[in-house]
C-alpha cells in the first residue's frame, strides 16, 4: 500500500511553510493532494515534486514559472542551473580568494588589529550586512576550518577571528535590528553549546530581513529558553547545535516544544543531516539545514532580502 503524508510532515519534509504550500496549491496547483478524512494527504511522489520545486525557487525561479513544468523538465531546468553555477561557482571562489586575502594574510601573523581592521573595511565594502556574512564571515570560517584540518591553521588563530566577528555581528545586529518588525526571532543555544558565531550569522540575517532579533546568547538552560519566548513574544524561537544532540540536549529540546508558546514556532540550525525523532523532540521543531533554508524561512514569515 501506499504510503501517504498530511500536509504537517510535509512542511518538516521539504522545508516548505504550510502557508506557502497551501499557497502553491491554490494559487499554481503545484501539486494536487488527496482528501482524506483529516484533510490533505500527499504521495510521495507529490513530496519529491515539492522538493524539485523549492530548489527551482532557490535557485531564483518563481514559483509561477516552475509550477507549469513536469517532473523531468524541472530536473533538466536544475541540472541547467547546476552548471551555469558552478562555473560561476569557480570564478566566484577566485573573486573570494582575493576579497579574503587580506584578511588571512593578517591572521597568519596573528595580526589581531589588522584582522579587526580588515573585516571592518569588508562589512563596510560590501554594503548590506546579509552581504557581509554570505561573502565574507561564512567563506572565512569555512577556509579557517579547512586549514584547521590541514594542519595548516592553529586553534588559536581560528578563536582569534571568531572572537573578531562574532563581536562585529553582535554590533552589527544591534544596529540593524528594525523598530517595527515583521516578527520576532529569538535565538540561543542550549546547554553546553557554546559556539556563539552560527547563531549570531543567523541574528544578523533575520535583521538584514527586517525582522525583530533577540539575542540570548550562548550554553542556556531550556526553561530559561521557554521563559524568554513567552516574556519576550517571540514568534519564532531558533536554536543552533553543533554536533547530532546527546540525550541530554534532546530532553532540552523536548522541554522546550512542550513548554514554549504554541504561537511560537520552534526552528533548530545545525550540522547537515540533522534530524530529529517525530515521537519524541521532533513533534514541534523544524530543522533548518543551512543559511539559504534559513532565509526561505525567513521570508516566509515576512522578511525581506
Not at 33 to 57: F, H, M, N, T
Not at 91 to 105: D, F, G, Q
Request: with cysteine; net charge neutral; glycine share 6%.
Amino acid at each position: 500500500m501506499a504510503t501517504s503524508y498530511p500536509i504537517s510532515a510535509v512542511s518538516k519534509l521539504t522545508g516548505i511553510p504550510l502557508d506557502t504550500l497551501r499557497a502553491w496549491e491554490r494559487r499554481y496547483h503545484a501539486v494536487i493532494p488527496k482528501r482524506a478524512g483529516r484533510g490533505r494527504v500527499y504521495s510521495e511522489d507529490q513530496i519529491q515534486r515539492l522538493l524539485l520545486l523549492r530548489r527551482a525557487v532557490d535557485q531564483g525561479h518563481s514559483i509561477g514559472q516552475v509550477a507549469v513544468l513536469g517532473d523531468r523538465q524541472l530536473r533538466e531546468l536544475l541540472e541547467k542551473s547546476s552548471a551555469i553555477a558552478e562555473g560561476e561557482d569557480a570564478s566566484n571562489r577566485t573573486e573570494a580568494n582575493a576579497l579574503l586575502a587580506p584578511v588571512l594574510h593578517a591572521l597568519d601573523r596573528f595580526d589581531y588589529a589588522g584582522i579587526d581592521r580588515e573585516i571592518n573595511r569588508l562589512a563596510a565594502a560590501l554594503g548590506s550586512p546579509r552581504n557581509f556574512v554570505h561573502q565574507a564571515a561564512l567563506p572565512l570560517m569555512r577556509t579557517v576550518g579547512e586549514r584547521w584540518h590541514e594542519g595548516k591553521c592553529s586553534i588559536a588563530q581560528e578563536h582569534m577571528l571568531t572572537s573578531l566577528l562574532t563581536a562585529l555581528l553582535a554590533s552589527l545586529v544591534r544596529t540593524y535590528t528594525p523598530l517595527n518588525p515583521a516578527a520576532r526571532v529569538l535565538l540561543a543555544t542550549p546547554r553546553n553549546e557554546r559556539h556563539a558565531f552560527p547563531t549570531l550569522a543567523a541574528a544578523m540575517l533575520a535583521a538584514a530581513g527586517g525582522m525583530g532579533t533577540i539575542y540570548l546568547g550562548t550554553d542556556l538552560p531550556s526553561a530559561d529558553i521557554v521563559l524568554a519566548a513567552r516574556k519576550s513574544e517571540a514568534d519564532v524561537v531558533l536554536l543552533s547545535l553543533s554536533s547530532v544532540p546527546n540525550s541530554e540536549t534532546l530532553n532540552d529540546l523536548e522541554y522546550i516544544a512542550r513548554k514554549a508558546p504554541r504561537a511560537a514556532a520552534l526552528w533548530l540550525g545545525g550540522s547537515p543531516g540533522l534530524h530529529l525523532d517525530e515521537a519524541t523532540a521532533g513533534s514541534r521543531w523544524l530543522v533548518v539545514q543551512d543559511f539559504s533554508a534559513l532565509e526561505h524561512q525567513l521570508a516566509a514569515r515576512g522578511a525581506r532580502f
